[in-house]
């Protein structure tokens, strides 16, 4: 087997890492972020579906080498690469060897990924990255079959094998897509399982929906539906629960679970106060605040 896609790019942005979303993983900084095409799902909701239901090849970029892609970072300033636009792990002998060339000059890795692996499979892939948004698209195996192409215990798998064996820094998304994943007793039974099986300190996102793909009969995501998931998560003890995909200062922003002042101000995508310092405490009262907030290479998850 030959991964046809290799050295191939759909192409290359410069974004601010709080897009992918990771909002504790060296936070303020650039990433330089590219994909290929095809994916191991078949989200009926893709925002990306030109990419990831490709099947023509013709349209990628010409070929370019991991050590050309590592000199790219460095010379616009990126202190991380991302893998995304669509499913990293069917690029994975791509991954690994950008990740080499990015290692070698001081760069870190990060992924976009469903998280939909076996364990083989799991541990190769990881293995090369230094962060990692998972999209845990509900905590439902019934939504997984009917609207995603596949089955939920894999992608729960996968985040305990990161959270309990890696040292992979980990942030989790949730798309709530209205009357199919976003009732009181879904997002109840998916904020708890993170508590408990993955712990308070996860970083966990809710991104409002858009109609795409053959998804387009349900509304786009209102802003209360958002404002009421991130106020459960709260109540399931999590401490670090974001809104995405619309405006929201507030639901942007990082608290200090020790003194509860802001930390980490953003509006969109751009910080514009930080009070972490890179040893990863408050700058006001000292609390740890879980993340990677220099290039330590060293993800910390803190407990209470």
Not at 104 to 132: C, K, S
């Amino acid at each position: 087997m030959v991964l046809a896609a290799y050295g191939r790019s759909s192409g290359f942005c410069v974004d601010p890492i709080e897009k992918k979303p990771l909002h504790h993983f060296l936070p303020g900084s650039s990433v330089l972020s590219f994909g290929t095409v095809g994916c191991n799902l078949s989200c009926r909701f893709c925002q990306n579906w030109r990419l990831s239901r490709a099947r023509d090849l013709n349209f990628l970029q010409g070929r370019v080498t991991p050590a050309a892609i590592a000199e790219s970072a460095r010379r616009q300033g990126c202190r991380s690469v991302a893998f995304t636009y669509n499913e990293p792990a069917i690029f994975l002998e791509f991954v690994s060897d950008v990740a080499e060339a990015c290692h070698a000059h001081g760069i870190a890795t990060v992924a976009v990924t469903a998280g939909y692996l076996e364990d083989a499979a799991r541990r190769d892939f990881f293995a090369h990255l230094d962060a990692v948004n998972v999209d845990l698209k509900a905590f439902n195996d019934g939504f997984y079959r009917r609207v995603v192409g596949g089955s939920l215990e894999p992608v729960l798998d996968t985040l305990r094998f990161l959270v309990h064996e890696t040292k992979v820094w980990t942030e989790i998304t949730t798309l709530l897509i209205p009357g199919l994943n976003d009732s009181d007793a879904d997002i109840k039974s998916l904020t708890r399982w993170i508590a408990s099986d993955l712990g308070v300190e996860i970083p966990l996102h809710f991104s409002a929906f858009h109609p795409n793909h053959r998804l387009l009969d349900r509304p786009p995501t209102p802003r209360a539906t958002l404002t009421r998931a991130r106020d459960l998560a709260r109540e399931a003890g999590l401490k670090y629960v974001y809104t995405g995909n619309i405006y929201d200062p507030e639901g942007g922003s990082t608290y200090c679970p020790g003194c509860g002042r802001a930390v980490i101000q953003r509006e969109g995508y751009r910080v514009v106060d930080l009070r972490v310092q890179g040893d990863g405490t408050c700058e006001h009262c000292g609390a740890r605040i879980a993340g990677v907030f220099a290039n330590t290479g060293l993800a910390t998850h803190f407990t209470a």
